[in-house]
């Protein structure tokens, strides 16, 4: 039965990154703004939390990781925002320079020896007794740091999106803006913030991804998160909790190779390293269809910004 | 306790007076090389209904949106209550009690009546409070509305009761009503000016956009009239006829309307040109937008279709010009239908593409090999000319023609095959006098060269006054009516109410 | 046209300021000598006739195709960020044909992998576009997603039946001499390919301006609902065939890296010519004959780069922040200055009806 638990265990871990980029991301996303510059967002908070774990300690790199995340995220708001320019097309530049920046800070930093570089990382934390639980106690309640922030941070979205008055005004703004703009509400200053949260959220998923899951810095590690995340968020209906339960089947999906591992089936293991793309496919399939986007995601503030 | 402003003072003596709720003086606006405002004056009395007449691109939208904070003016000065304001946002208007329903609403279709009243307000969300708060202001006012209803499932008037209410909700004192009766069916539009009469009696403001004089006359106490950006004319409503204030609003030299009733042709056999067969349309949701309709137009007749908004006129319109393909049901189309839809931007022209291209892509679905520029560029010229275009030459883009321009052209070019039907939506929205009366006059000559023209406006007196024969839109059901405005007026209702 | 050709002339210098004043920023930030690096790069893109040759224009061939495949796609309004997905199943496709036809086929042999390259970078193109005209999946997306799957299908295929016969190396079996693009130019690695691309280019240029399809695909990418509307055109129709065709460019391009560069499959093939494409594609304002400047452009970016890292060991890694930066000053000038330059393209968003709410623009009185 361990390799159930085993299994459990890596689902839960896979997913805890992607539900930090996709909870960040839905934010963005309700205020109107897609930002595809999520993948160098990620990969800046991976290179961001490496470079500074040594000396701040894990959960130091990790703060610094979402704070790498939210300085990368201003340039996608002062382009994509300020500057009206398309959305897709600055975060696809975002995403280009995120890459091309780690990559460059690691060779700088740590030369290109190619050694596995050694961190301290972000240890497990048990709850007592819980953990104990057999075959999911591992899977819930002995978690890194994040996994937990991650799950708070299912309710607190929630919360803010639906309970208060700035989730209503962010809320109109992706739906409306010349409406909200109307009603009182500055537009711009909803959408900056969503965008802003949502570099928070990418660059702590970036610092989960160095510091508690792969424990190094690798180029292109980010590999495709930031975009299975944004899939996620329309799986989930751009809604939080739809969000987190798509991060979770995704977690599953990734988390399958090490059960098929254990099983010793003789598949080639490209097929799991390219399964998560292919589920995204046809789950954005699945989904687009069927349920409705904001109604101005992504369309340019030309006028909002006159 | 009213603001009170010395009026003149001797040693011993002084007069007061209560302050105008709103005063604009001499405020100038320009976008662009386009000057919208050029020193406009508006002062507005606490407790009047005040209308707000001109031209469309007088400068009326321009100078109310500056009063609300959406527009910021280049100079000028604005006083509340006689206290000097600068507006930078919305939020500084409504904090001084100032509330607007623009021409197209503010309102977030995928939320509740609820979640829209209480979007910008301040604290924390409280649904229920919110929802007794309508309630009570609905009973209030006479504006029936439904708390828990979504927005996109409203009919435009309840859409604009809404924004009535939202205004109110805000502890609003002065409302500005931007062409509120545009959209509205004869009784609706009794139903809201005698609200904003009553709003008024209470003490509150209202500053009323209209272009129709006879309904401006009926309400306001006061009006005032705008000109190529400037104050023309302020005078009680009482004191004022139907004449001063078109000439006001036209100027001494304006154009005398053009000659509308021309020799009409009457056919002894009409010979049908569209024709509908139990023709039914749904939506991409599923929802029946027209029922099982049949309809024939006939060559030489313009057949005038009235209708509120949302009614399933739009998609009737799409079918008769070949656009949509009903659900069920048979159409008959000539070879060529000529569609002229009612947003222009969107599904008229490219902007950016060249006033030749523009042309060109009539029949662009069809078109094989190679594209013969220069004769297209040539009869894109002469197309310019015999519709009277005016703007650069045809190679310019799209975007530099002016709004009337763009639409003659987008006439011009769907009359340029000699279609034997033409289908046009709100063919005059947004234009000018003269350029409304060269479009009516470009469909009768169609018409009178044997086109069955179909037309559809929002303003129910261009229906009427172009039509030869009249039909109704209510709920996806069609009907034939005679062209008499109270008849058609309580037509457009029945099946909605 | 002078007055075109004088503006994309300035915009390819104005770029080239950009990325010497960024990159010579980056050196000096990580702490190298600035100008020993540049000077490194500077002779690894224009150093002799035979670095230009060999290096720069060898490198901006398959940024030309991906390129073009970019510009086409953003011109009929489809973002298609997915050349570098394509580009590698036309690469993988052209070998799996090249590596099995016997060497007596000759150039009818290169013709054959060409047109597998083709076909297959077209069909891959082709899930996205079925993707995107039948269920409304943001391209953006699902192109990326075929991308990394093309990695992973690659990475099997160089370890399981493309393999080299010695089963070592994660690598196909060479090319036969036979079956590779000629050589232009003796001593140099400036193959018939080049050449290739340019006609391409060109072709394409004409295409767009003078042909009626390519007059239906202008104007859907500007206005999709006034096509259908107005033009009456098949607006699916055109979508699903310019994704195709841009895939197909970008096959064709890895189809050239292969028969005239690499000569086999490897996994890391491409250095991402497909996002280097983006940026290709925007400096040339989605202008097919433009693209060959700029592409040489980002071709000498990247020779150099190798040179800078082989002569200063400085990471190449950094022209890819060069690329990303060019393309926000790119973006930001369009805000600046005047409003007709890329963007007026791109308005139509990724999203199906991304850019349909065009609220009354203010700039308009009514």
Redesign the interface.
């Known amino acids: 039965m361990s390799a159930v638990a085993d299994f459990l265990d890596a689902s839960i871990r896979t997913a805890t990154p992607l539900l930090l980029a996709a909870l960040g991301e839905t934010v963005s996303e309700r205020s109107g703004v897609i930002n595809v510059g999520l993948e160098g967002t990620i990969i800046i908070g991976c290179i961001a939390g490496v470079a500074t774990a040594t000396t701040l300690g894990p959960t130091g790199g990790l703060l610094a990781a979402g704070l790498a995340g939210v300085a990368i995220a201003v340039i996608f708001a002062v382009m994509a925002i300020g500057f009206a320019a398309d959305q897709i097309i600055t975060g696809t530049a975002i995403t280009m320079l995120g890459l091309g920046l780690a990559g460059t800070m690691y060779r700088v930093l740590y030369g290109d020896a190619g050694a596995a570089l050694t961190i301290p990382t972000l240890t497990p934390i048990g709850i007592p007794w819980l953990q104990d639980i057999p075959i999911i106690g591992r899977a819930l309640f002995r978690q890194p740091l994040p996994t937990y922030l991650a799950t708070l941070l299912i309710p607190a979205v929630w919360w803010w999106l639906y309970r208060t008055q700035s989730g209503l005004a962010l809320r109109a703004t992706g739906e409306n803006p010349a409406a909200a703009r109307a009603s009182g509400i500055a537009p711009r200053r909803m959408q900056t913030i969503g965008v802003l949260f949502g570099g928070l959220c990418g660059g702590l998923a970036g610092g989960t991804l160095a510091l508690a899951q792969v424990g190094t810095f690798a180029e292109g590690m980010s590999a495709g998160r930031g975009f299975v995340a944004i899939a996620i968020v329309a799986l989930g209906r751009w809604h939080p909790i739809g969000t987190a339960i798509a991060a979770l089947i995704f977690g599953m999906a990734s988390a399958l190779q090490f059960l098929f591992q254990a099983l010793n089936l003789d598949v080639p293991y490209q097929i799991f390293l390219a399964l998560p793309y292919v589920l995204t496919l046809v789950g954005l399939a699945i989904a687009t269809s069927r349920y409705r986007a904001p109604a101005a995601l992504s369309v340019r503030s030309r006028s909002a910004a006159e | 306790m009213a603001t009170t402003v010395v009026l003149s003072s001797g040693t011993d003596w002084t007069v007061t007076v209560a302050a105008p709720r709103l005063v604009l003086h001499a405020i100038k606006r320009h976008y662009g090389p386009v000057i919208a405002l050029d020193g406009a004056e508006l002062s507005v009395r606490v407790g009047e209904v005040h209308a707000l007449l001109g031209e469309n691109g007088a400068g009326k939208s321009t100078l109310t949106k500056i009063a609300f904070g959406l527009e910021r003016p280049d100079s000028g000065t604005m006083l509340i209550d006689g206290a000097q304001v600068t507006f930078r946002s919305p939020r500084d208007a409504m904090l001084r009690g100032i509330g607007m329903v623009q021409q197209h609403f503010a309102l977030v279709g995928a939320m509740t009546v609820t979640e829209n009243v209480m979007l910008g307000a301040h604290g924390n969300l409280n649904a229920r409070a919110t929802q007794d708060q309508i309630r009570r202001i609905s009973d209030e006012s006479g504006l029936p509305i439904d708390p828990k209803a979504l927005v996109n499932e409203l009919s435009v008037g309840a859409q604009q009761r809404l924004e009535i209410i939202k205004a109110l909700a805000r502890e609003t004192r002065m409302l500005i009503l931007d062409e509120p009766t545009a959209v509205l069916a004869p009784q609706e539009i009794d139903d809201l000016l005698s609200w904003t009469r009553r709003f008024a009696n209470a003490g509150g403001t209202v500053v009323l956009i209209a272009h129709k004089l006879r309904e401006v006359l009926s309400v306001a106490d006061r009006v005032t009239v705008l000109r190529r950006g400037t104050t023309v004319l302020t005078a009680d409503a009482a004191s004022v006829t139907e004449a001063v204030l078109a000439e006001a609003m036209l100027g001494a030299a304006a154009v005398a309307m053009p000659e509308t009733e021309s020799t009409r042709i009457r056919a002894i056999y009409r010979a049908p040109v569209i024709s509908l067969l139990n023709a039914s349309a749904s939506d991409e949701q599923g929802v029946l937008r027209l029922a099982s309709t049949n309809l024939t137009a006939y060559a030489s007749e313009i057949l005038g279709v009235a209708a509120v908004e949302g009614s399933g006129q739009r998609e009737l319109l799409r079918i008769m010009s070949g656009r949509l393909r009903p659900t069920q049901g048979t159409v008959q189309l000539p070879a060529q239908v000529g569609f002229v839809p009612e947003d222009r931007h969107r599904d008229a022209v490219i902007l950016d593409a060249t006033i030749t291209e523009n042309v060109a892509l009539r029949g662009a679905g069809e078109r094989r090999g190679i594209m013969s520029w220069s004769a297209l560029q040539q009869t894109t010229t002469e197309l310019m000319r015999a519709r009277d275009v005016r703007g650069d030459d045809a190679s310019a883009a799209m975007r530099t023609l002016s709004g009337g321009n763009q639409q003659k052209l987008v006439i011009g070019r769907e009359l340029a095959m000699s279609p034997a039907a033409l289908v046009v939506e709100s063919p005059t929205r947004g234009l000018d006098i003269r350029a409304t009366a060269e479009v009516h006059e470009a469909l009768r000559r169609a018409r009178d060269a044997g086109t069955a023209v179909v037309v559809y406006s929002t303003d129910l007196d261009e229906v009427l006054m172009l039509a030869d024969r009249v039909i109704v839109v209510t709920a996806g059901q069609v009907r034939e009516v005679p062209n008499e405005r109270d008849v058609v007026g309580r037509a457009m209702l029945e099946a909605a109410t | 046209m002078m007055r075109r050709l004088a503006r994309t002339l300035l915009e390819l210098t104005l770029a080239v300021w950009i990325s010497v004043v960024v990159l010579a920023a980056?050196l000096t930030l990580?702490?190298y000598n600035a100008s020993d690096a540049l000077l490194a790069l500077w002779r690894g893109a224009f150093g002799s006739w035979a670095v230009i040759a060999s290096g720069t224009l060898v490198r901006a061939t398959p940024l030309l195709f991906a390129g073009l495949a970019v510009a086409i796609a953003f011109r009929a309004g489809i973002?298609n960020?997915g050349a570098e997905g394509q580009l590698i199943v036309g690469a993988a496709a052209a070998t799996a044909v090249a590596v099995a036809l016997p060497p007596s086929f000759g150039l009818f042999g290169v013709a054959l992998a060409l047109l597998a390259g083709v076909v297959f970078g077209g069909a891959w193109a082709a899930?996205a576009a079925v993707?995107r005209v039948?269920?409304?999946?943001?391209e953006?997306?699902?192109t990326?997603?075929?991308?990394?799957?093309a990695m992973?299908?690659t990475?099997?295929l160089v370890?399981?039946p493309l393999q080299e016969p010695s089963r070592i190396f994660p690598q196909s079996a060479l090319i036969d001499q036979a079956l590779r693009l000629p050589r232009l130019m003796p001593g140099t690695r400036l193959h018939a390919g080049v050449a290739l691309a340019v006609i391409t280019a060109l072709a394409l240029a004409w295409f767009l301006r003078?042909?009626?399809s390519?007059?239906?695909l202008?104007?859907t990418g500007?206005?999709p609902?006034?096509?259908?509307?107005?033009?009456?055109?098949?607006v699916s129709r055109v979508t699903l065939s310019a994704f195709v065709v841009s895939g197909a460019l970008a096959g064709l391009g890895g189809a050239v890296e292969v028969t005239g560069v690499t000569y086999a499959l490897y996994e890391n093939l491409s250095p991402g010519y497909g996002?280097t494409a983006?940026?290709v594609a925007?400096l040339a304002r989605l202008n097919p004959a433009s693209a060959i400047g700029a592409a040489v452009v980002f071709g000498a970016l990247q020779a150099g780069a190798s040179a800078m890292q082989r002569d200063a060991q400085v990471?190449a890694?950094?022209?890819?922040?060069?690329?990303?930066?060019v393309?926000?000053v790119l973006?930001?000038s369009?805000?600046?200055g005047d409003r007709?330059m890329v963007?007026?393209?791109?308005?139509r968003?990724?999203?199906p009806n991304?850019?349909?709410?065009?609220?009354?623009?203010?700039?308009?009185?009514?």
């Open positions: 980056l990580s702490g973002l960020v899930i993707l039948r269920f409304g999946v943001l953006v997306i699902s990326i997603m075929l991308n990394f799957i992973h299908a990475g099997f370890r399981g003078a042909t009626a390519g007059f239906r202008r104007m500007a206005n609902d006034a096509a259908r509307t107005a033009g009456l055109i098949n996002y983006i940026a925007l990471p890694v950094m022209v890819t922040v060069v690329e990303a930066c393309i926000l973006l930001a369009e805000w600046v007709a963007g007026r393209f791109l308005n968003g990724g999203t991304a850019l349909n709410a065009s609220p009354d623009s203010p700039v308009r009185p009514t």
